[in-house]
Each structure stands twice: as C-alpha cells, then as structure tokens.
C-alpha cells in the first residue's frame, strides 16, 4: 500500500513538473488589442453582427477578419472611438487595423 501511494506521488510531481515547463514555453500570447476593443463595444452579444458575441467580433476585427464596423447597436462616438484605437495602436507585429465607418 505505501509503494503504491509513493509511486503515485512520484508520478504526480513528475506530470506537475512537466505540465509548468509546458506552460512556460508553449504559452501563446493573446492581442491585448482584443480585450480592449471587447471593452468598447455595447457588450449586448446581441449577434447582430453576425458573430456570436462581442468578444468575437472584437477578434474578427483585430484579426483583419473584417473591413465594415458592422456592430448595430454601437453609439457613433464609441464607434469612431473604436476605429481610431484600432487604426492608431499597432499590433504585437506592428502592423494597424483600418476598418470602415
């Protein structure tokens, strides 16, 4: 019985271990452009833009999926708000967003 739990604590801390290196170097960075414009957006995930939610349409436009400010519900003031955020503030790859009123 006391093998048998030793072997599973060694186990254990050698999958433990393992599992922190490969949070260490496989780690994928996120845009910290996407929480941003996810913020400005109305956050309705009303799906009017014909995405699931605002998150993702923020997403789409950071990722250059999109060339239309295509969210219905957004306020002109937040919306040009958006577009300059996105068109002034460079990516992780320097590259900018330009997307169309």
């Known amino acids: 019985m006391i093998y048998a739990i030793l ?3 060694i186990l254990g801390a050698i999958l433990g271990i393992g599992l922190g290196v490969a ?6 960075e ?6 941003k414009v996810s913020t400005m957006l109305p956050n309705y995930n009303c799906g009017g ?13 950071v990722n250059k999926e999109v ?6 519900p957004c306020k002109a003031d937040k919306k040009q708000e958006i577009i ?13 967003v330009n997307i169309k009123g």
């Open 49 to 61: 833009c014909g995405y699931a939610g605002c998150s993702a349409f923020a997403e789409a436009m």
């Open 7 to 9: 072997v599973m604590l």
């Open 84 to 96: 300059e955020y996105l068109a002034n503030t460079p990516g992780p790859d320097g590259s900018t």
């Open 23 to 28: 949070d260490k170097f496989l780690k994928v």
């Open 67 to 72: 060339n239309t400010f295509l969210c219905k």
């Open 30 to 35: 996120a845009d910290p452009r996407t929480e």
